[in-house]
């Protein structure tokens, strides 16, 4: 019995072992290798590029197909930029708005032609034309006439506050980063900015046409949209984004602020000579700052992918159409340009716009901060980008680096369908 019973352990042992060199030698399989050697090839562009870290994504119309980091989210502690690094996105928050405006429409709360007096408590009226009529879809195509000037960009951005400032260059170029103390509320700061007894209220806030006329995109006309939205629904613009979009996405990791999200997740921006720029925010936070992952970014995308083509689930099929839809003329432009693939100006649809080659999309950029989200109307497929470092007046870089990244995404797609 006793060698009987050694018998059989050895032969069950040997079995076990023979059973886990199977296992150990199963070959991988062919979308892993796929994977595999895509993330090798951005991973080199990375290594040998200007970009500190990156994230991106891939989708089609059924979900995610890919999401990846890359490089340093944060240089002195030599943390890795993931799919689960956080930083705001830029521009590319102001495709929320559309889809928040489309919801709010179908609550009943108010229609795109509605003239935006209707819910604002202080007015706002172009000086050259004191009797047209600003409508909310005026808004959502660029075409309201209202202007950024030097009152917003030397005065939207804000620290944040009882941040470490040493080392931190809080001096940058293009929009002034303001202390704390210059914070104040979004509708005081759009009064003051709009309203012809506000402090900063000068004529060229406005341009020189009727409303509807001209396309001149507009950071404070989208936010001041994102201010009739919470009149018209009775609640704050992230809360009701955060209940229409964020959650029914379980975008988790997304928010407004840094009081909504992980903070010890959040990359460290950067300037093109590699210093430090502080943790920031903005007084028109609806126009570009919504914080956000590469992961939570995959599933916003697959969305708008889906809501093309009839699928989607965060508003009604006739809804996605209309926001989709192309809602201007060759008249309303001063100039276009035709050749580029990935322009969002080229003709505007609900704060998303159609490029003159087929894709339909929005970039964004801030200090150190580049975005990229388009998808191919024709293939249904769609890439997403985020960048922790400002580019500066490198624009070769950008070629040679931001495009190399983008391009190499779009030779994959097909692969990884398949």
């Known amino acids: 019995m006793k060698k009987s019973a050694i018998?059989?352990?050895i032969g069950l042992a040997f079995s076990s072992c023979n059973q886990e060199s199977k296992t150990s030698d199963k070959p991988v399989s062919e979308n892993q290798i796929v994977l595999d050697s895509l993330t090798a090839e951005l991973d080199s562009i990375q290594k040998n590029g200007q970009i500190n870290g990156f994230a991106v994504a891939m989708v089609n119309q059924y979900g995610v197909l890919y999401t990846k980091g890359f490089g340093i989210a944060n240089r002195e502690t030599k943390e890795k930029y993931t799919e689960n690094t956080i930083q705001h996105i830029a521009s590319v928050s102001k495709t929320l708005i559309g889809i928040a405006l489309m919801k709010a429409k179908e609550m009943g709360k108010l229609n795109l032609n509605d003239p935006i007096q209707d819910?604002?408590?202080f007015k706002v009226v172009n000086p050259d034309f004191p009797n047209e009529v600003i409508t909310i879809r005026h808004l959502a195509t660029h075409t309201s006439g209202i202007n950024d000037t030097d009152q917003y960009m030397n005065r939207a951005w804000i620290m944040e506050k009882n941040q470490d400032l040493t080392n931190v260059n809080t001096d940058y170029p293009y929009q002034k980063?303001?202390?704390?103390?210059?914070?104040?509320?979004?509708?005081?700061?759009?009064k003051e900015y709009l309203d012809t007894e506000g402090k900063y209220y000068q004529k060229e806030n406005f341009i020189d046409f009727k409303p509807g006329e001209r396309y001149n995109y507009s950071n404070i006309g989208?936010?001041?949209?994102?201010?009739?939205?919470?009149?018209?629904t009775g609640q704050g613009f992230d809360i009701f984004t955060k209940e229409h979009i964020l959650k029914p996405l379980d975008m988790n990791s997304s928010g407004?602020?840094?009081?909504?999200v992980d903070i010890t997740k959040h990359s460290r921006l950067y300037r093109n000579d590699d210093s430090v720029l502080p943790f920031y925010t903005a007084i028109t936070y609806p126009d570009g700052m919504l914080i956000s992952s590469s992961s939570d970014m995959a599933k916003y995308l697959?969305?708008?992918?889906?809501?093309?083509?009839?699928?989607?689930?965060?508003?009604?099929?006739?809804s996605y159409e209309e926001l989709f839809t192309e809602q201007l003329e060759e008249q309303n432009f001063e100039s276009r340009n035709p050749n580029h693939p990935y322009d969002e100006d080229y003709s505007p649809a609900i704060f998303i716009g159609h490029s003159a080659l087929g894709y339909i999309g929005h970039t964004g950029g801030d200090a150190g901060v580049g975005t990229w989200m388009f998808f191919d109307k024709e293939k249904k497929t769609g890439r997403y980008i985020i960048i922790n470092t400002d580019w500066g007046n490198d624009e070769r870089a950008k070629e040679l680096e931001y495009y190399a990244i983008w391009d190499k995404m779009n030779e994959y797609f097909e692969k990884l369908e398949n």
């Open 256 to 260: 407004w602020s840094l009081k909504e």
């Open 222 to 232: 989208a936010t001041l949209c994102a201010l009739v939205i919470e009149k018209a």
């Open 7 to 9: 018998l059989l352990i």
């Open 177 to 190: 980063l303001n202390l704390p103390s210059q914070d104040m509320p979004m509708e005081t700061y759009l």
């Open 119 to 121: 819910y604002l408590p």
């Open 302 to 318: 697959a969305e708008l992918v889906k809501g093309y083509n009839g699928n989607g689930t965060l508003l009604q099929k006739e």
